[in-house]
């Protein structure tokens, strides 16, 4: 299992931006560093298939060797994490959860409303959040929403994982904390993730190749 | 929406250049035309309805400017953003008959001084209301268009960064109103000069607010454009008709004076900006000008409460400030015969408000992907309704349309769409974005996203742009009057019909409902969504602009 970018472009009214070339094993964290407005966000949302015109994308994006720039952003199974991690308010944290829980999974039984619950239970407790499972999610600390965007994310069964500076708003003893649950959940789910960040201490504790782009 | 207004400007400008089959017209001239401009009073027609109309515009918006520049930033703003639902709610003909009730020489002000203060025993001979400069039409203009502006600014303001601009330019020295005049009021006013444009039109071509307290002698120039359409005699159509199109003309020379007004205005206000003065003197008015702000209100208030107590009121010989009795049964006599009126009114209200709500959602969609041309919808704002209504009648009847309830809802989608729009594009934009970007990286397609999340979020918007479409629809007068042939009732129409009766209970009685809709139609929409996200924090502030 692997995320393939071969010359992976994102353009603005035809000026380009960023381009990105590499491949991300299962488990493992390529890095994107860079100033601000050289276009890393922008990377991510392409890859993600949410950038819309003027916005453009080109080259090759392969994840286990299927074409993603052919495929519908909601079937590309990319998971994707912002720095602001923008629970739906109008849910509770379980709503969050099961609202990524796919219906058309492996797992005939989805479309049982009590079935999804427990999935979703299941991966509230991979971050320790189950016992917060009724709560609206606006009366969460910020690592605990962190949390659950997390379980949220993983709970739609992505092949992969793009986080947009997903530890840029914690305090520095809630960021490590944070950083350790998403790579090891990560690695224990064999997810290859591209990060996009600022501080080389993320980098530094993904492990894994760094590519800085320029302005 | 530009086919009807187009079409119906047709519809009118054939008639007035002598083409009207139908009567055996068919003189391609400009004779009608010519007895337009020939008829009695036609010049101090069009005068009244310029200046009412100009009048109103500018005092309406120097009130908005005023009032926003003294409260800006404090507790005072806030409360008056929660008096404007109930008072934009009114329809414009509600407001009149309040201010009939206070400021007739029989009404509540001179009984409250009378005799004490004044002298009157009986109502004195006072041309206080339907004076011939239309000086009390302008003042029930203000008090409608003033909030409607002052709403039009408020959702302006995150997009011109207010808050942001006045501590800036604080920090530079200036006043409070100073800051707000120099660093916000100039970016504001590009953002509300479609809406300004929409007072200045509709003003200068109201029907029902002038019926009940314009000049008639003579009376504005659409009021007498309704008169001429109404005529038994066939060929006074055909004066009514270019009659219209003499409203729609004088509406477009005083779009075109004000813009250049406004340029000359735009001049002047970049000099005074660059002047350097800080404007700290400003400041003293800004008691004066809550003052007038609360004044205003109270007016429109009291108005409201008077014309609830009119409906049941028993015998109330001038001067004394109260009646000498509360008949309840005045109501039990009335309501049943009034039953079909409030049916029609509600089945009416809501086909246009659901056809408008989806509409408008279906445009703002467009619109985020892209672009539409959602400026056009504005037109039926900006050109006056007696300019397009009566050739629209025409059209339909031509094309074999029976005048019923189906056409008026229809005609009224051409009204409450535009306000849904008003209403809907700030907080639809102010969502943020990514909520849904989010959804689609779980999987969620297009309609999920739509329904499971943006819709759940926008409830509280949605649920508003209803009760404000209910209250346009619940208001409309022309549109009911003309596209129904006069027989379709709504609460309005019997309203201004009642309006110029001596009955006060009966008018008491259907400016209630006036109020009374609208009214329970916006306390639905802000207890729905409170009671659905009750335990929802953060539902708010997902709308707020990043």
Known sequence: MSLVLN????????????????????????????????????????????????????????????????????????????????????????????????????????????????????????????????????????????????????????????????????????????????????????????????????????????????? | MLVPVVAGVVGIVLPALGYFPVIGYELWGPEIILGLLAEPGFTRSVMVSAWTGLVATVLSLFLTVAILAATFGTRALVVAERLLAPILSVPHAAAALGLVFLFAPSGFILRLLSPWATGYEVPPDLLILRDPWGWSLVAALVLKELPFLFLMALAAMPQVKARERVMVARSLGYGRMGAFLHAVWPLLYRQIRLPVLA???????????????????????????????????????????AGALAVLVLVLALIVLWLMVEVAGGRVAGQICLSGHRMRWADGLRGVIVAVACVLALTMFLGFGGLIMQSVAGFWRFPDAWPSAFVWSAWGDRLPAALGTLSTTFVIALVATV???????????????????????????????????????????????TPGLAIVALTHVIFTLPYALIALRGPWRALDARYEQVAGTLGAGPLRRFFGVRVPLMLLPLCVTAALCIAVSVGLYLPTLIVGAGRVETVTTEAVAASVGADRRLIGFWATFQLLIPAAAFALARWLPAMVYRDRRGVRAARQPG
């Open chain 2, 199 to 241: 007072v200045l039109a509709f003003s200068a071509s109201v029907v029902d607010v002038a019926i009940i307290l314009g000049p008639n002698r003579p009376a504005p120039l659409s009021v007498r454009v309704v008169e001429w359409m109404g005529s038994p005699d066939l060929s006074a159509w055909a004066t009514g008709s």
């Open chain 1, 7 to 215: 010359g992976f472009s994102v353009s603005l009214d035809g000026h380009p931006l960023a381009v990105l070339d590499g491949e991300v094993e299962r488990g493992k964290v390529l890095s994107v560093m860079g100033p601000s407005g050289v276009g890393k966000s922008s990377l991510l949302l392409g890859m993600a298939g949410l950038l819309e015109p003027p916005f453009t994308v080109a080259g090759r994006l392969e994840l286990n060797g299927r074409d993603l720039l052919a495929t519908p952003s909601q079937e590309r199974a990319l998971g994707l994490m912002f720095q602001d991690p923008l629970l739906f308010p109008h849910m509770s944290v379980l709503g969050n959860v099961m609202f990524a829980v796919n219906r058309r999974g492996r797992d005939g039984a989805r479309r049982n409303r009590g079935r999804r619950a427990e999935l979703a239970l299941s991966h509230l407790k991979r971050v320790d959040m189950h016992t917060l499972a009724t709560r609206d999610p606006d009366t969460l600390s910020g690592g605990q929403k962190s949390r659950v965007a997390l379980a949220r994310t993983l709970a739609a069964e992505p092949e992969a994982l793009l986080l947009d500076e997903p530890f840029a708003a914690l305090d520095q003893a809630l960021r490590a904390q944070i950083r350790r649950i998403v790579f090891s959940l990560a690695a224990q789910d064999g997810l290859p993730v591209v990060m996009v960040s600022h501080d080389p201490a993320d980098a530094a504790a993904a492990g894994g190749p760094v590519v800085s782009l320029m302005a």
């Open chain 2, 355 to 401: 056809l408008s709500l989806v509409g408008a959602v279906v445009l703002l969609e467009a619109d985020r992907r892209g672009g539409a041309p959602v400026w056009i919808l504005y037109l039926p704002l900006l050109v006056p309704q007696v300019a397009f209504l009566f050739g629209l009648n025409v059209l339909a009847i031509g094309a074999g349309v």
